[in-house]
């Protein structure tokens, strides 16, 4: 194994992971032992040639990004998100020990991390689209000592070695639908973790392969560089006001004139609220899901992003920046706000500007509301093949993408039960 600084690159490493730990109880996600003795072993420095020590052990931070134009195609990912899907797919699998795993979106951290936890009798293959990132990738895994992990350059759109399948597939980079070939490459309970975007909003989801379809078993808050290549979807900004933006898919529009939708946030502010008092583990990932599934029956659902100086100078304030479900009316802008924060617990809001602004408030706090009453379901998500007739859906609000058919269904506890 090349020479490092080992005593920094140790102590640096084991206060990273000591930080990877209580994050995930302060979110109630349990760290397996074996995860915690992965992060502990590999040496995320040799994956991140150039940077200051520091800097590859920085928790929260994606780092060697490659920008193209204001995008970001490529990074090697936060720590804390590539623990926290590794996590996802152990916790599926029962453990990782003996299986044969597929990364798509290469880096070299992520599947020197799997080489670690599948063992001699697993194996570790790594697919990227970008020439210069799989050199890189196999040049790093070789000088860590991982000689044993495939790296292969290819559009993981489609089929890496046909007829081959894979107990994990864990994809790295933001997905829009599930191409056939990610399925067909599943063993038969074979499992997948992929950043999906549904109503404009990403999760990595834990989707085990049962049959035709693929059903969650969990899901996470992320953000990731979009997918490229045959699988590529659009997602759009639209400047509203300065350093903040509406997010759409592909098939969202706007019609209303941005200045005037601009227009509306210097207009005075109604707010609206719960009267809830919720602990800080809330998932409220899962509240934003939900709220998306029952506002895009009756209003135009929408994604709102800022950037922190619009949020600083008080143009808005979401409750999460960069993605926090919105809509608009006619003449009136609605969103989530940010948290109301009472000895360390929070209520629910929402505000709006605008004619309607005090109804259209009330409205989407209701469906907060209603959230909370039902016990704060978390979401199941079910992908099945674009040809699934209607009849053979599962119930919930349905998407159809280009490959699939997409349900995200909430099942929600009777008031009073445990
Ligand atoms: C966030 S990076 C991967 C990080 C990496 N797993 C790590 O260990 O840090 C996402 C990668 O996905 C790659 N990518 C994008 N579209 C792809 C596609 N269709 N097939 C394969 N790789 C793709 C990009 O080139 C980029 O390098």
């Known amino acids: 194994m090349t020479s490092v600084d080992t005593m920094s690159s140790e102590g640096l490493r084991n206060a990273m992971v000591d930080r990877l730990a209580a994050d995930h109880a302060a979110k109630r996600l349990v760290l397996r032992p074996e995860v915690e003795a992965a992060l502990r072993t590999v040496p995320r420095e040799l994956f991140t040639p150039g940077l200051p020590l520091e800097e590859a052990y920085d928790a929260n931070t994606a780092v060697l990004k490659k920008m193209r134009g204001a995008e970001a195609v490529s990074s090697v990912s936060a720590p804390y998100l590539i623990a926290e899907m590794i996590g996802q797919a152990a916790n599926a699998l029962g453990g990782l020990e003996g299986r044969h795993a597929l990364e798509i979106g290469s880096g070299g951290y992520n599947a020197s991390l799997l080489r670690e936890l599948v063992g001699p009798s697993g194996s570790v293959t790594t697919v990227d689209i970008d020439p210069e990132v799989t050199g890189r990738a196999a040049a790093c895994l070789a000088a860590a000592g991982y000689h044993d992990v495939t790296v292969v350059c290819a559009d993981a759109e489609h089929p890496i070695v046909p007829g081959r399948r894979y107990d994990l597939i864990i994809v790295t980079v933001g997905a829009w639908d599930i191409p056939p070939a990610w399925h067909d490459q599943l063993t038969d309970d074979g499992v997948l973790v992929v950043p999906l975007r549904t109503f404009g909003m990403t999760r990595s989801w834990a989707l085990r392969r049962r049959g035709d379809r693929l059903v969650s078993e969990s899901r996470r808050q992320c953000g990731f560089v979009s997918m490229q290549g045959d699988g590529a979807h659009e997602v759009r900004y639209l400047d509203i006001a300065d350093g903040v933006h509406l997010r759409l898919d592909e098939d969202q529009r706007v019609d209303h004139d941005l200045d005037v939708v601009g227009a509306l946030l210097t207009q005075p502010r109604e707010e609206a609220w719960v009267g809830v008092s919720l602990p800080p583990a809330t ?136």
Do not use: C
């Open 283 to 418: 998932i409220l990932a899962d509240l934003d899901l939900w709220l998306a599934t029952r506002l895009i029956h009756e209003t135009h659902f929408l994604v709102l992003s800022a950037q922190a100086t619009a949020v600083k100078s008080g143009v808005v304030a979401p409750g999460w920046r960069f993605g926090t479900p919105a809509t608009l009316d006619d003449d009136t802008f609605t969103y989530r706000s940010a948290l109301r924060w009472t000895d360390r617990r929070f209520d629910l809001g929402a505000y709006a500007h605008g004619t309607e602004a005090a109804a259209a408030a009330g409205r989407m706090v209701e469906h907060m509301r209603a959230w909370v009453d039902a016990g704060q379901p978390s979401p199941t998500l079910h992908v099945l093949p674009a040809h699934t007739p209607d009849g053979d859906l599962p119930n919930g609000a349905v998407l159809d993408k280009r490959h699939s058919r997409v349900v995200l269904a909430f099942t929600t506890k009777e008031k009073g039960t445990p």
